[in-house]
């Protein structure tokens, strides 16, 4: 579990201390994202997520060029046509 002044990396691969961290006893609904290591991240519905839409990749794509066209998207509305960014 993370804590509050923890440092983290960004999306933008500074390392920050986090702000704020939420817990939740029993939340009704979660979204659980399976990553192409073949982790999961499970989190609320709601949380925005670093990712790029397939149509916005190609080949040649650099590091820089898929950071601008990566978007915050909800757990919620990510499926098969999206790719999370990790770092």
């Known amino acids: 579990s993370l804590l509050r002044g923890q440092k983290v990396m960004t999306h933008k691969g500074t390392w920050e201390p986090i702000s ?3 817990e939740f006893d029993n939340h009704p609904e979660m979204s659980t ?3 192409s290591d073949d982790t999961e991240q ?3 519905p709601n949380h925005r997520v670093y990712a790029i839409h397939k149509d916005n990749v190609s080949e040649d794509l650099s ?3 898929m950071r601008t066209r990566a978007e ?3 757990a919620k ?3 098969d ?3 999370v960014i990790t770092l």
Do not use: I
């Open 20 to 22: 704020e961290t939420f």
């Open 33 to 35: 994202l399976r990553l």
């Open 42 to 44: 499970t989190m609320t």
């Open 63 to 65: 590091d820089d060029e």
């Open 72 to 74: 915050w998207v909800a």
């Open 77 to 79: 509305d990510l499926n």
């Open 81 to 83: 046509e999206w790719f």
